[in-house]
């Protein structure tokens, strides 16, 4: 489980982000490897995935913010189960934990705003033990470095992730990929 993301990793460490519908097919065109899809519906999923994998990329889908499904298990395998993603994306630790527990692979988004929520995430990720951690925001190698330190799970970094310093910088401080919906950083 999870070859195929680490595979497309080790070619290209940038991920595509795909927040709005109409980045997708530039997205596809990319050299990115993965996309993480942050958009879409209960309607429309299954049709963007099977698109996305049409085109050989890693598709790994952020369940918190598909709108109509309910965010919870029975979402999570709802989604799982119809539309085959290669794997989500979650900031909800019950989630990971459970995805986890069925062999989905599993990254956990942690939002860091202060030395608390630093905390509360290494308790997190403990708890669920994802396959890998999505640090935000991205721009910050001291706190990369930190929960690399403290956790063995591979990190990525994402948001206000903006020029090639930012991707030089996160891959340096310890991260395996960067993940952006800046089209620019996509091709760097």
């Known amino acids: 489980?999870?070859?195929?993301?680490?595979?497309?990793?080790?070619?290209?460490?940038?991920i595509a982000a795909v927040n709005h519908s109409n980045k997708l097919d530039r997205a596809l065109c990319s050299p990115c490897e993965n996309l993480f899809l942050l958009t879409g519906n209960i309607t429309d999923i299954g049709k963007i995935i099977e698109k996305i994998k049409l085109k050989g990329k890693g598709v790994y889908i952020h369940v918190d913010l598909?709108?109509?499904?309910?965010k919870d298990i029975w979402g999570l395998k709802y989604i799982v189960n119809k539309t085959k993603p290669d794997g989500i994306i979650t900031?909800?630790?019950n989630?990971?934990?459970?995805?986890?527990?069925?062999?989905i692979f599993t990254i956990q988004r942690l939002f860091m705003l202060d030395s608390l929520s630093l905390d509360s995430g290494i308790r997190s990720i403990r708890e669920s033990n994802p396959n890998a951690i999505e640090i935000l925001p991205g721009i910050m190698p001291k706190i990369v470095k930190e929960?690399?330190?403290?956790?063995?799970?591979?990190?990525?970094?994402?948001?206000?992730?903006s020029e090639k310093e930012d991707v030089i910088?996160?891959?340096?401080?310890?991260?395996i990929?960067?993940?952006?919906?800046?089209?620019k950083v996509w091709y760097m």
């Open 1 to 14: 489980m999870g070859n195929d993301f680490f595979k497309g990793i080790a070619i290209n460490p940038i």
């Open 66 to 70: 598909i709108e109509g499904l309910s």
């Open 91 to 93: 900031t909800k630790n």
């Open 95 to 103: 989630i990971a934990k459970f995805s986890r527990e069925c062999n």
């Open 147 to 161: 929960i690399s330190r403290r956790s063995n799970i591979p990190i990525i970094t994402g948001g206000l992730i």
């Open 169 to 175: 910088e996160s891959l340096s401080s310890g991260a």
């Open 177 to 183: 990929a960067v993940s952006t919906s800046n089209e």
